[in-house]
């Protein structure tokens, strides 16, 4: 089943997808930056929401007392209570290669 979310990306921009298990919930994490560089310009946050009917991704912008730990090759992702991993609240962390290593993003949310 591929539906996730579109996201259209402008020429020489690139993009990371990253599915998200939190709290009995699945998010879909994508985020996009400018060739090369690897920082961030854009963060979606999208949950899965099912019915009886219908399967859907929701757009969030809150991730509430969670936070997001996201790795640089895409795929999948960690969640974990904020307090407990000592980390903010409401933000999502990413590490991203860039020409002198990796690097640490923090993206804080709403």
């Not at 699945?26 to 310009?41: D, E, L, M």
Request: charged share 25%; hydrophobic share 35%; glycine share 10%.
């Amino acid at each position: 089943m591929d539906n996730t979310p579109n996201h259209f990306f402008s020429f020489g921009i690139g993009g990371l997808d990253h599915l998200v298990e939190s709290c009995g919930d699945t998010f879909f994490v994508k985020t996009c930056f400018p060739g090369t560089t690897q920082t961030v310009i854009d963060l979606d946050i999208f949950k899965l929401e099912e019915t009886k009917t219908k399967t859907d991704w929701v757009r969030v912008e809150n991730i509430g007392d969670c936070a997001f730990f996201l790795n640089s090759h895409g795929k999948d992702g960690q969640s974990f209570r904020a307090k407990d991993a000592r980390m903010d609240q409401n933000c999502v962390y990413q590490l991203l290669s860039g020409y002198d290593g990796k690097r640490l993003y923090k993206n804080m949310l709403g």
